[in-house]
């Protein structure tokens, strides 16, 4: 009750600052720097972020780049490491001149020596459901190695394959009663190692064509060739949906009684089919015929391109589809690592951020702590957990028959759900308990650093939404501090660095424990917090 009285008064101080359409960032910081929302370029291309534009940043743009860059890749860069902090953070200087951008680029080309490794530190540390909660553990596993995954290849392969898995390309679909949760490993499995092997774009789609799981989704010859068609293809002539049922007429899936297998008789079509621009004879025929058609790459790269652009006009994201087009790419690892690292991706882009790209990014910041079931309570049943999981936002992974929607769910219910989650269980969660494994939540190591005054709130604004707290929110939320009483000699601990921590022995907060709960139940509030921006 205490902290929501102080918001009242916080938002009523600073509301000035704050306003504006939900989509917009805070207006200018005290440094002077706009980082505000902007348009994106118009008619922009795909070219690279050259290595010079990178340099011409400020500071303080570079850290949001690079953040920008972690974040959609589910990862994040701490403020203690990217910034020097006995400078300060009045201007604030780099700790080193690496090129962030390059860094990673290197990063995501190079395996793992010991991934094993890491695979057994994800089975140690975590609880998932077993095979008596029907196999959910299929979708908790794969972001508990996300979260735990250095940058690396290896990773980025299970990232595209988690982004294609939700996408209505690949999507699992488990919301089906005939598509089981272990058709979800078979699809991420077969994604990642056919992305690994440098399979082509058009072989990955092919395979996935003829496997049961895409057949559990789309269950009947008719259902399944018009869909194939006007998903890879975006064809929709539905004079070519019969002759495509009769090339697959002996593929059909099994009833519930025989657990829905797909299944192949021998009674294969042997009269020709003049459909997809060519003749079809058989049903591979027919996935050979979508999987190597024209269209399909000008329609996977606009299904990419509307989620990573999604805040682009349809004529901007048309031009960008052109220009990939141009590129040529081949694998998915082309198409990928050249949307992502594009100027008009990183510099341009703004779109409401997944939970991922919020709360992962957000929680490397801040050196935050997954408890052993945080995988497990987020991706369960409304039955099974007290907690939000992503289906209570509507984002739940893998799921849906047509997709994870390209645009986050901002609706009140969704994102009261979305707002919930990262204030309750990432920035006002702080780990009291450091030798239990249940016992979630930032811990003492984010703010024990040599900073106070308005550099510390300034270090905290970085740490979450990449900004330097702006003059107004400086003035009012240390009147705030001042009203609290902050200021006064620590009580109980200190940090290394010699700033007041823990609570004090009459149970109230000291000032930097205290102060970054305050700041951070603030941030929790603005709209910015929860989406990528445009980095003028």
């Not at 002077?32 to 534009?53: M, Q, V, Y």
């Not at 079809?280 to 000008?298: G, I, K, M, N, Q």
């Not at 709130?457 to 900004?467: A, G, K, N, P, Q």
């Amino acid at each position: 009750m205490r902290l929501f009285k102080i918001f009242i008064l916080v938002i009523a101080v600073v509301s000035a600052t704050a306003c504006g359409n939900f989509n917009s960032s805070v207006g200018g910081t005290s440094d002077g720097t706009d980082t505000g929302s902007g348009t994106a370029g118009s008619g922009a291309g795909i070219e690279r972020l050259s290595l010079d534009e990178y340099a011409g940043l400020s500071n303080v743009q570079k850290y949001q780049t690079a953040n920008k860059i972690s974040a959609t890749l589910y990862k994040g860069v701490a403020v203690k490491d990217f910034f020097n902090l006995d400078n300060g953070l009045t201007d604030p200087t780099l700790a080193n001149e690496e090129n962030f951008i390059a860094a990673t680029m290197t990063a995501l080309s190079g395996y793992l020596a010991n991934s094993a490794a890491y695979f057994s530190a994800v089975d140690a540390k975590y609880i998932f459901d077993e095979s008596d909660y029907s196999g959910f553990w299929t979708q908790q596993y794969p972001l508990a190695v996300l979260f735990e995954f250095p940058i690396s290849k290896d990773r980025f392969e299970i990232w595209m394959a988690y982004t294609l898995a939700n996408t209505i390309l690949f999507s699992p679909a488990v919301e089906r009663e005939s598509v089981d949760y272990i058709d979800i490993q078979h699809v991420l499995y077969r994604l990642v190692k056919l992305i690994g092997n440098g399979k082509t774009i058009s072989e990955v789609v092919y395979e996935h064509l003829v496997s049961q799981e895409n057949w559990r989704r789309f269950r009947s010859p008719e259902d399944n060739t018009r869909e194939m068609m006007e998903i890879f293809l975006a064809r929709f002539i539905d004079d070519e949906v019969p002759m495509a049922a009769i090339a697959c007429g002996n593929w059909y899936l099994a009833d519930d009684r025989r657990g829905y297998q797909l299944v192949i008789g021998f009674d294969e079509n042997d009269a020709p089919q003049n459909i997809l621009d060519t003749a079809v004879t058989t049903c591979y025929d027919f996935y050979r015929a979508v999987s190597e058609h024209p269209s399909l790459l000008p329609r996977v790269i606009s299904i990419l391109v509307n989620v990573f652009f999604a805040g682009h006009s349809d004529d901007e994201k048309a031009g960008l589809v052109n220009a990939i087009i141009d590129t040529a790419p081949v694998t998915f690892n082309d198409l990928f690592t050249t949307i992502i690292f594009s100027r008009e991706y990183l510099l341009n882009a703004e779109r409401p951020k997944s939970f991922e790209e919020a709360f992962f990014n957000t929680a490397r910041r801040i050196d935050w702590y997954a408890k052993n079931s945080f995988f497990r309570d987020l991706n369960r049943r409304l039955d099974r957990t007290t907690h939000e999981t992503l289906s209570d936002l509507r984002q739940a992974p893998i799921t849906y028959k047509l997709r994870r929607q390209t645009d986050v769910p901002l609706d009140s219910l969704s994102f009261a759900f979305y707002h919930k989650a990262v204030r309750e269980r990432l920035l006002i969660d702080r780990k009291t308990d450091d030798f239990n494994e249940a016992d979630g939540g930032w811990q003492a190591d984010f703010i024990d650093v040599n900073l106070d005054g308005d550099d510390f709130i300034h270090y905290v604004f970085l740490s979450v939404i990449s900004r330097k707290a702006a003059d107004t929110e400086l003035s009012a939320l240390n009147a705030i501090f001042d009203g609290l009483g902050y200021g006064s000699p620590a009580r109980g601990k200190t940090t290394s660095s010699g700033g007041a921590l823990y609570h004090g022995s009459d149970g109230t907060l000291d000032d930097k424990m205290g102060k970054a709960v305050v700041i951070m139940d603030y941030i929790s509030r603005l709209s910015e917090f929860y989406y990528f921006n445009t980095i003028n």
